[in-house]
């Protein structure tokens, strides 16, 4: 705590480079942003999965970009020693290259983020490339991308084929050629990782990646058992945060039926001679 120092674009590069991991997990509001400030962790993500963990929608399909910038200005406020990245919603960049620019323009100018993040392979090297070309620092996502998972039939691995692993690798190379900074990979065998971590430079942020890539990524709640909806293969419970929350709501109600709360230490005991009433 304290002696935190911010990580900037040059350096996901650089700790590629020297073969230094980090991490990324995610942050939707003031509070766990500052707690992650005050952790180890180097990045956060304001990602659009906010729409499942924080609004409980199903799909991360349904948030906006103004709820976005919304739940991005307190993370940046939370977190001034974590790299912040704003996450892009869907429908705010598959119009137009003009439309990409100015959605991600908002975010990098209403929260003060450091980089976006949008979904999309060789589809959406044009956009992005246009994009970094325009001066927006840019991060990838291949792999599993939530908000068109409906059209591979859900929340499923991806690259588990031959040809479906090439293609990955191949969306990896186009968005490194548009100029992304870095990518999330997201929920794919860790080979087709490791495989594209000997065709890509730019460093591979995995989340269900497996071992051979620069970052690990996962969600907060989930990493801490916050979150109870279901659990992805790829989660590790690093900590039982929603059991912790239920047994201290459990005892708070506990002592408020008992009367062991509020106690002495928890009233104001100064004595106020309160005058009698005048009727
Ligand atoms: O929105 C999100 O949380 C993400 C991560 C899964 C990388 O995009």
Redesign the pocket.
Known sequence: MGDKKKMTIPDFQKYKDEGRKFCYV?AYDYTTASIVDDSDVEVI?V????SMIMLGNTT?VGVTLDDMIHHIKPVVKGAPNTFVIG?MPFGSYNVSKEQAIQSANRILMETNCDCV?LEGGVNMAPTIEAMVKAGIPVMG?IGLT?QTATNVGGFKVQGGTPESARQLIEDAKALERAGVFAL?L?CTPSVVAEQMAKEVHVPILG?GAGPAVDCQ?L?TQDLLDMYGDFKPKFVKHFAHIRKEMVDGLNLFHKETLDGTFPDRDHSFNKKVEIPPAKD
């Open positions: 995610t993500l990602g659009d999965s906010l991360t996450d993040k996502h939530p999330v997201e989340i990524v969600v």
